[in-house]
């Protein structure tokens, strides 16, 4: 018996073969790609909540508040944060469990046995965590994704981007090494934003992760909406970076940086600060553009 987390229910619900996906507010979600990324999965795989973690263990309430409904003076209800599994379906008809909410404040270690040992009750086959991080890479070329995880032969098999650097860690990670200790191969799958887009949302990201999520966790939706807004910002962004010739070059930069590392993707060459253009002015511009769309 644990006090980490409570079914809704009472029991566990009967799950088969589950794919675990996670994706924690509060860590490194650049444009918010890998939240939308989720919030598609949960209304697209019609999930519902089977199990709510114990918050009061979980969060600290000073950083995460809870919300207060004040109506003409009556405190009427206080929305606590909280971190929830739910269970859904993907096109497939497979099994998904998605584990979303705050990134725990405190407990990691215990939080992340519990959820381990959660999915070995559960029947989950693979966890895949969801994030975004700024990366000096163009819009006009694919998002590209990346992968942690703690099994070398697992990373050797995947055909995706490998990085090695030492950054601090978050919950995900200590999730990646519970899973991989209890026998269930887990992954981090990471999709780079344009650097100058960073601070916006970036569809074209999310769809990323869910092909992404489609090839390397066997979880398979549409996204409609999602692909449906990469065609209206594309066409907005090359709208707005035509227009200005130091825009232009400054893509064009970029997208020589990205197709030498697709095209020689073993080399260790490292790239000047000359060849990596910051983007500041661009990501200005855009806020700014966006902003007058939005008000018109």
Not at 55 to 81: C, Q
Not at 170 to 185: K, N, P, Q, R, T
Not at 224 to 235: C, F, L, S, V
Request: glycine share 8%.
């Amino acid at each position: 018996m644990t006090n980490a987390y409570t079914f809704v229910d009472g029991a566990a619900p009967e799950v088969h073969d589950a794919a675990l996906v996670v994706m924690f507010t509060g860590w490194i979600d650049a444009s918010g790609a890998a939240g939308a990324a989720m919030a598609t999965l949960e209304t697209e795989c019609n999930a519902h909540t089977i199990a709510t973690f114990d918050s009061d263990t979980f969060i600290d309430y000073r950083a995460r508040r809870p919300t207060m409904e004040l109506r003409d003076g009556v405190n009427t209800k206080l929305t606590w944060p909280e971190i929830e599994l739910k269970l859904g379906h993907d096109l497939d008809g497979k099994a998904v469990l998605l584990l979303s909410g705050p990134e725990p404040d405190m407990a990691w270690r215990y939080f992340a046995r519990e959820v381990a040992a959660l999915g070995v009750a559960l029947g989950v086959r693979r966890m895949v965590a969801l994030g975004a991080y700024p990366f000096a890479s163009p819009h006009t070329r694919p998002a590209r994704l990346s992968v942690s995880a703690p099994s070398a032969e697992l990373v050797a098999s995947l055909h995706l981007q490998k990085n090695s650097v030492d950054v601090p860690a978050g919950v995900a990670s200590v999730l990646e090494h519970s899973f991989h200790d209890a026998g269930i191969e887990s992954l981090g799958l990471w999709v780079q934003v344009p650097h100058y887009i960073a601070t916006m949302a970036y569809p074209a990201a999310t769809v990323s992760l869910l092909t992404g999520l489609d090839q390397y966790g066997g979880v398979r939706v549409d996204g409609a909406d999602p692909r449906q807004e990469t065609a209206i910002q594309r066409e907005r962004l090359d709208e707005l970076v035509a227009g200005n010739d130091d825009h232009r070059e400054m893509v064009l930069q970029l997208e020589a940086v990205y197709d030498s590392v697709e095209n020689h993707p073993s080399s260790d060459r490292q790239f000047t600060d000359a060849e990596i253009p910051t983007g500041d002015e661009l990501a200005a511009e855009l806020e700014q553009y966006l902003r007058d769309q939005t008000e018109g």
